[in-house]
């Protein structure tokens, strides 16, 4: 079973962790948001390709979800005390060692692709991990700040590592999206995709920034495969993060429902949400889309992969109608 998942970075990663459990035979290939990425300390850092990366070979930080495991900070302390930041982006010493590979790859004109490949032959997380696009995309928030009343546009990391979400989103947008291309083997993979997972992400800015990218969105909704998606929301509230602030942003209500129906039923088959939601399993299924109410909660691996049991016995179901 050919398998490819569009996956941000904890809520996707851990998502996959349970689909290897639970289908241990498969091909799995993930498409990854680089929406996130940001360059700091003249490095890029690509946080949701390295949780995923991280994650699935063995060398994340289980507590936190993102970053090393035995990880230390002496490089940051050091940048701090010649005064140089941001300090509110914490980059570990074993974290950056992956950003200075990257980035000198990147410097000798090797594409991010082929640089995240390089990368996984070391970490073998037993999924092809590719970037959604080559081509540099940002995801930016508009916002107000609340002690100057400024309105200015800062970088998605900004927002949510430094202002931890404390100020409403008023706009979210992935500069570069609409110029950029489809990395090689992100249409090929969908073309040839027997399941098409969208994971427990963040649905504007992890798989929304990928489907930004012309043709990927389109590739998915022309495969003539199974898409079936997991919800984030669970009892009207994300699971993990602040994606009700960015789904404000973008005119969608924070419930297991409307991100459906925001997805639409051009793009989605099949929908699973949480047991508490079971009650807007018609509302959802009046849109078009094959519902189902599960345990949607991720506590620990086993959890995960009854997810993913999940997603592929619907994935199935709506094959077969």
Same mark, same amino acid.
């Given at each position: ?11 996707? %990663?851990?998502?996959? *962790?349970?689909?290897?459990?639970? %289908? ?70 074993? +974290? ?24 996984? +032959? ?5 999924? *092809? ?21 400024? *309105? ?90 602040? %994606? ?45 889309? *094959? ?31």
């Amino acid at each position: 079973m050919r398998i490819v998942v569009l996956a941000g970075g904890i809520g996707g %990663a851990r998502f996959l *962790r349970g689909l290897q459990q639970a %289908a241990p035979d498969a091909d799995i290939t993930v498409i990854g948001n680089t929406g996130d990425d940001i360059h700091l300390f003249g490095l890029k850092v690509c946080p949701d390709l390295d949780t995923v990366m991280y994650t699935l070979g063995g060398g994340i930080n289980e507590e936190q979800g993102w970053g090393r495991t035995d990880e230390t900070f002496h490089l940051k302390e050091e940048l701090a005390a010649y005064g140089v930041g941001p300090e509110w982006f914490g980059l570990g010493d074993r +974290d950056f060692a992956t950003h200075i590979v990257r980035t000198q790859m990147l410097s000798a004109g090797y594409p991010l692709s082929a640089v995240t490949e390089a990368l996984c +032959d070391r970490w073998k997380p037993g999924v *092809r991990l590719i970037p959604m696009s080559d081509d540099r995309v940002e995801t930016h928030v508009a916002v107000t700040l609340p002690d100057s009343g400024e *309105r200015k546009v800062i970088h998605f990391q900004e927002y949510w590592v430094r202002l931890r979400a404390s100020v409403a989103a008023e706009a979210v947008v992935p500069v570069g999206a609409e110029q950029a291309k489809p990395a090689p083997g992100v249409l090929e993979a969908i073309a040839e995709a027997d399941v098409i997972l969208f994971p427990p992400s963040n649905p504007v800015v992890s798989v929304g920034t990928i489907l930004a990218v012309p043709g990927i969105r389109e590739a998915i909704a022309d495969a003539g495969v199974p898409v079936v998606g997991l919800s984030p929301i669970v009892g009207d509230a994300p699971v993990r993060g602040m %994606a009700d602030k960015v789904l404000a942003a973008v005119g969608v209500e924070s419930t297991a429902a409307a991100v459906a129906e925001h997805y639409g039923s051009g793009l989605l088959d099949g929908w699973l949400v949480d047991t508490v939601d079971a009650a807007i399993v018609e509302r959802v299924e009046t849109a078009g889309i *094959r519902c189902r109410a599960v345990p949607l909660m991720m506590s620990d691996l086993d959890a995960a992969a009854r997810m993913a049991r999940e997603a592929l016995t619907l994935a199935e179901e709506v094959r077969g109608a």
